[in-house]
């Protein structure tokens, strides 16, 4: 047998564990597209390609709609199995959940909203397979308690938005984008939907990360960029949980690199016919060091899947708490249950990013000890893992986590609802 079909033996074993988790259905509207996308992954990541195919064959298949109900146009699927999707997904391109992560929230917001019109108008853009990017984030210009973008109104009533955004994730892919600026009519923070195909909008691809290098985490320019005011919302009012299920979306993504870590370490295994002389084997594959050490990187990656997986179940409860709120609006236990479920979500998110952070770290470094300094070479692609799992690691830093699930454990106290990242806010 080839090395290439024993690679493909390998991986499709280990994959099929990934697809037996989801519906029936579910799999084969999915899977012989991500079999097609995780083909190409490594040498993408290589040559920088952007999987702007990826993107679109997902896409079309109903990713973006995926949590929309039936009715609706959508897949209909909770939390916890559209998870188990993202993770099968990173699995073959470990980009493409967080490609999607900004329109994950909004469709969120669509699904929660007190806003009949507003759920209405994007659901419907939803179901039509729009999509949307994040460009909250700025590298320069704000503070942690103000936006550097600005939006105001022109003479003849025309809200503008004016600034420069960057880790704008899946933007360069998406319709719209989901930005932050700061209204000047009333000084509040706002969230706003931003049409990307029009005058005054410039999306560049300028990302220059190690890891997670496709993913179009680039800058966005606004100069006077027209913002719909049903657009509109105060940061303040976005649904509550929309911490947790942004590291819901990376935890995901960390989930699948470790699946794909050991598939790759296995294949790459499985093919490799020269051996040490000081081994217990005449095959690698038999050596039975090199079999405990796929064990344990197995048992690391199942057990930080496991985690990913009770996130989706405490983000999947604050989601039924929402619905309820907003339906029972003058029913303040329900706004309070509410309210704790989102903490409880975004304080499970951090216990799993504290364990995951690690663990997929040290898996995707380990895998090369089951190899020689051939799996080192940069067209194996398996550094790329690593990379990857880093880049991922490094957004919204699990050093802060410890101390809120500290404080949680100690006081009973849910950490701040919102944070923001930027210059510190002059004293009051």
Same mark, same amino acid.
């Given at each position: 047998m080839s090395t290439a079909s024993v690679a493909a033996e390998v991986? $499709?074993?280990?994959?099929?564990?990934?697809?037996?988790?989801?519906?029936?259905?579910?799999?084969?509207?999915?899977?012989?597209?991500?079999?097609?996308?995780?083909?190409?992954?490594?040498?993408r990541d290589l040559t920088r390609e952007l999987p702007r195919d990826a993107v679109a064959w997902l896409r079309e298949a109903g990713l973006g709609r995926a949590r929309l109900a039936l009715a609706d146009g959508g897949l209909g699927l909770d939390c916890p199995t559209f998870t188990r999707l993202l993770v099968a997904i990173a699995a073959a391109d470990a980009n493409i959940?967080?490609?999607?992560?900004?329109?994950?929230?909004?469709?969120?917001?669509?699904?929660?909203?007190?806003?009949?019109?507003?759920?209405?108008?994007?659901?419907?853009?939803?179901?039509?397979?729009?999509?949307?990017?994040?460009?909250?984030?700025?590298? $320069?210009?704000?503070?942690?308690?103000?936006?550097?973008?600005?939006?105001?109104?022109?003479a003849d009533g025309i809200l503008r938005l004016n600034g420069r955004k960057f880790y704008t994730t899946?933007?360069?892919?998406?319709?719209?984008?989901?930005?932050?600026?700061?209204?000047?009519?009333?000084?509040?923070?706002?969230?706003?939907?931003?049409?990307?195909?029009?005058p005054g909008v410039t999306v560049i691809d300028d990302w220059d990360g190690f890891g997670q290098r496709l993913t179009g985490t680039g800058t966005i320019v606004f100069e006077d960029a027209v913002v719909d005011p049903a657009d509109v919302l105060p940061v303040a009012e976005r649904f509550a949980y929309q911490t947790g299920l942004y590291q819901l979306v990376l935890l995901a993504v960390l989930a699948g690199i470790a699946h794909a870590s050991v598939a790759d370490a296995a294949?790459?295994?499985?093919?490799?016919?020269?051996?040490?002389?000081?081994?217990?084997?005449?095959?690698?594959?038999?050596?039975?060091?090199?079999?405990?050490?796929?064990?344990?990187?197995?048992?690391?990656?199942?057990?930080?899947?496991?985690?990913?997986?009770?996130?989706?179940?405490a983000v999947e409860d604050a989601y039924g708490a929402a619905l309820a709120a907003r339906d029972r609006p003058d029913d303040e236990a329900a706004i309070d249950r509410a309210r704790r479920l989102a903490g409880l979500a975004e304080i499970r998110a951090a216990q799993a990013?504290?364990?995951?952070t690690g663990a997929v770290q040290q898996l995707t470094s380990r895998l090369f000890d089951t190899l020689g300094a051939s799996a080192t070479a940069r067209g194996a692609h398996l550094d790329r893992h690593w990379r990857n799992a880093r880049t991922v690691s490094s957004h919204n830093p699990?050093?802060?986590?410890?101390?809120?699930?500290?404080?949680?454990?100690?006081h009973d106290r849910l950490p701040q609802a919102l944070w923001a990242v930027g210059t510190p806010s002059p004293a009051k």
């Open positions: 991986r $499709t074993h280990i994959d099929d564990q990934l697809w037996a988790r989801l519906p029936v259905e579910i799999e084969a509207r999915f899977r012989p597209i991500v079999d097609v996308v995780a083909e190409g992954a490594g040498e959940p967080q490609i999607l992560r900004g329109h994950v929230a909004l469709v969120e917001q669509a699904l929660t909203t007190t806003d009949a019109a507003f759920a209405r108008r994007w659901i419907d853009r939803i179901a039509a397979g729009e999509i949307s990017g994040n460009s909250w984030s700025e590298a $320069t210009g704000s503070t942690t308690s103000r936006a550097g973008a600005e939006l105001s109104t022109d899946g933007s360069i892919f998406a319709e719209w984008t989901d930005t932050v600026a700061h209204r000047l009519s009333d000084g509040v923070d706002v969230a706003a939907l931003v049409r990307l195909d029009q294949a790459a295994v499985r093919a490799r016919s020269r051996v040490y002389s000081h081994g217990t084997a005449a095959r690698v594959q038999d050596d039975a060091q090199i079999q405990a050490l796929l064990g344990e990187l197995a048992a690391s990656a199942f057990a930080v899947d496991a985690s990913v997986a009770a996130v989706a179940e990013q504290s364990f995951a699990v050093l802060y986590k410890n101390r809120w699930v500290g404080e949680w454990v100690l």
